[in-house]
């Protein structure tokens, strides 16, 4: 049986580029969830801070999310708003028991 991969992505846009980068996440979020080997891909973001987001992702195996990030849909989003963020920083989770 897979080991699922489970992420939290926090995505930090530059100033005045949060619209934009909102508007690019949920537009990965939908193609994302499409994905056969997606189980969770969800957006949020803060409401202290509305320039992070949080994206909360599971994934069926780690062949599952290699295949996310050679997606089209994610390469795009990457080359597209790579100038409109500040940092991207993924925190792998390990489920105990």
Same mark, same amino acid.
């Given at each position: 049986?897979?080991?699922p991969?489970?992420?939290?992505?926090?995505?930090?846009?530059?100033?005045? /580029?949060?619209?934009a980068?909102?508007?690019?996440l949920?537009?990965?979020?939908?193609?994302?969830? @499409?994905? @056969?080997?997606?189980?969770?891909?969800?957006? /949020?973001?803060?409401?202290?801070?509305?320039?992070?987001?949080?994206?909360?992702? =599971?994934?069926?195996?780690?062949? @599952?999310?290699?295949? &996310?990030?050679?997606?089209? &849909?994610? =390469? /795009?989003?990457?080359?597209?708003?790579?100038?409109?963020?500040?940092?991207?920083?993924?925190?792998?989770?390990?489920?105990?028991?």
């Amino acid at each position: 049986m897979p080991t699922p991969v489970t992420l939290i992505a926090t995505i930090n846009s530059l100033p005045g /580029h949060a619209e934009a980068v909102a508007a690019g996440l949920q537009a990965l979020v939908v193609a994302s969830n @499409a994905e @056969a080997g997606c189980q969770r891909y969800e957006l /949020h973001t803060n409401p202290s801070n509305p320039q992070q987001f949080v994206m909360l992702e =599971q994934w069926r195996d780690d062949a @599952a999310l290699e295949l &996310h990030r050679n997606a089209p &849909h994610f =390469q /795009h989003f990457t080359q597209t708003f790579a100038a409109r963020l500040a940092s991207i920083e993924l925190l792998p989770l390990q489920r105990l028991a």
